[in-house]
């Protein structure tokens, strides 16, 4: 009789037991990361590459507009080569000076509102340096430009942050098409501004894009990685759930949960040690690519402007403007004619001709390896101009240098999109922009003042430069293809 209660206590302890092992059922949660991937690729991500590729057009726009002004300033100012080569340089020192603060302040205060600050005042500084009245104030107005046009980097972040990955390798290469068209349409529209209404009319053209685009920024929100990084999980909800409804899509269950992270856009982040080589690499690569990408550029329009063959100048036309005052000076006017624009248009239109074949390389051969071939390629291509051959063979290794430095661009901008983390990543992006415009400040010295005492050391120099960049890529320590974007470090 005493075992009855002994199994009845022993019954009860057991059920304790066993009701105290029942866990209550876990909430379901997601992060953004998950949240993009599930809702996949739609029509949101269509609008998202058409606005914010359209960035593109007018930095191009923009930044090549010095190339086909800068004959015209050279005749209506008599400035000398070394002057015409410094605007371009102060364009540059803008840029690289503002790319560093406004990558700071985007890690800090969101993407989309430094991208808005960055197009009013590039299209504010851009209608006021057609009213320059002279050379200095031309040079200071352009180097405001620059500043602004350094902000529109922050489209390509929000580009990548809304992407699933399996689409990053893709359609970010895709914006390329962007930036040509901007080089296309600028020089399009100098060979009919330029003879006509002049530079100054050109120039308020140029920045009619730019303002245009500014009223349809409206229509893409805030990052939601950013977001979140910044503790504001309600906001990031919202912008995922309207992706959703615009893809029609279902989103993933549960809430969205990620540790804010309190750190954003600190220095220290970029020199950490578990990014401190790949930092110092990215921006080796990104001011060697500038070197190549804008010394290609100004050297195109020293050659077509000089019609340089077989590494010398061809005998100047004797007419009887010879013996003008304008001609003996040491800064006699040289303006393009309709040949030059059509082979700048040749040109120019390289910088798509590899663009399929750079997407494949990409997603199949991966980041690092894909940069290593085409930077390889563009030193080699660099040494073939010395080669004594007619204007057309001239130009033809003209268009394959751009598409070559231009596929070098498109590798790099998408490695340096994705190997930093959210809470770095416009910093990374702003610094690497930094050093990119320093071999963009360095370029114009080689392609228009060095390249007339040294035609074969300037390509020598160009080189050189572009097999250390290589080097760097292949050797880069994080391969990104394939990997998901990380939130934090």
Same mark, same amino acid.
């Given at each position: ?17 066993? %009701? ?63 002057? @015409? ?15 560093? $603060? ?27 340096? =057609? ?61 009919? $501004? ?21 009223? @349809? ?82 050297? %195109? ?22 013996? %003008?005052?304008? =001609? ?61 051959? =007619? ?46 415009? @320093? ?14 005492? =040294? ?7 160009? %080189? ?26």
């Amino acid at each position: 009789m005493a075992t009855a209660p002994k199994e009845a206590e022993n019954a009860i302890g057991l059920e304790e037991i066993h %009701s105290e092992r029942k866990e209550p059922p876990k909430e379901k949660t997601f992060t953004v990361e998950e949240a993009v991937e599930t809702i996949g690729f739609g029509r949101f991500h269509i609008m998202l590459f058409l606005i914010m590729g359209s960035t593109g057009v007018v930095e191009a726009m923009e930044i090549m507009l010095i190339a086909v002004v800068s004959p015209l300033i050279q005749c209506e100012w008599q400035l000398q080569d070394w002057q @015409v080569a410094l605007v371009t340089t102060m364009v540059f020192f803008g840029y690289m000076v503002f790319s560093i $603060v406004l990558g700071l302040l985007a890690d800090r205060y969101g993407r989309w509102k430094i991208l808005l600050l960055s197009f009013l005042w590039a299209a504010y500084f851009s209608l006021l340096t =057609s009213f320059a009245p002279s050379y200095i104030w031309f040079v200071f107005l352009r180097a405001m430009v620059g500043g602004g046009v350094s902000g529109h980097a922050q489209g390509l972040i929000i580009k990548t942050e809304f992407l699933p990955t399996k689409y990053r390798g893709y359609m970010l290469p895709l914006s390329q098409v962007f930036w040509l068209a901007g080089s296309l349409l600028i020089i399009g529209l100098a060979s009919v $501004v330029n003879p006509t209404i002049g530079w100054r009319w050109l120039i308020r053209i140029a920045s009619i894009p730019g303002i245009l685009l500014i009223l @349809v920024f409206k229509f893409i929100p805030e990052s939601a990685r950013y977001n979140v990084s910044t503790g504001n999980t309600g906001a990031a909800l919202a912008t995922l759930q309207r992706i959703a409804r615009i893809n029609r899509a279902a989103g993933p269950e549960g809430q969205l949960r990620e540790p804010a992270k309190e750190r954003r856009g600190s220095f220290k982040d970029l020199i950490h040690p578990k990014y401190l080589r790949t930092t110092l690499q990215i921006w080796i690569i990104w001011l060697g690519i500038a070197f190549a990408y804008y010394g290609v550029i100004l050297a %195109s329009a020293e050659l077509l402007e000089r019609d340089l063959v077989c590494g010398s100048a061809a005998p100047a036309l004797q007419d009887s403007r010879d013996d %003008s005052e304008e =001609s003996h000076s040491p800064c006699h006017c040289r303006l393009f004619g309709p040949a030059a624009y059509q082979s700048m248009i040749i040109s120019t239109a390289g910088e798509i001709a590899l663009n399929p074949v750079n997407i494949l390389c990409i997603n199949l051969l991966g980041r690092r390896l894909s940069l290593c071939i085409t930077m390889g390629c563009t030193a080699l291509f660099f040494l073939l101009l010395n080669i004594c051959t =007619s204007s057309a063979g001239t130009v033809g290794f003209l268009f394959m240098l751009r598409a070559l430095v231009s596929a070098n661009f498109n590798t790099i901008y998408i490695y340096t999109a994705e190997v930093y983390p959210t809470t770095m990543r416009a910093l990374g992006m702003g610094t690497s922009g930094a050093l990119c415009r @320093v071999g963009a400040m360095v370029a114009p010295f080689i392609s228009q003042v060095l390249i007339s005492a =040294s035609f074969l050391g300037a390509l020598c120099l160009f %080189s050189s430069v572009c097999i250390i960049c290589a080097i760097s890529a292949v050797t880069l320590p994080i391969e990104t293809k394939g990997r998901a974007l990380q939130q934090v470090k």
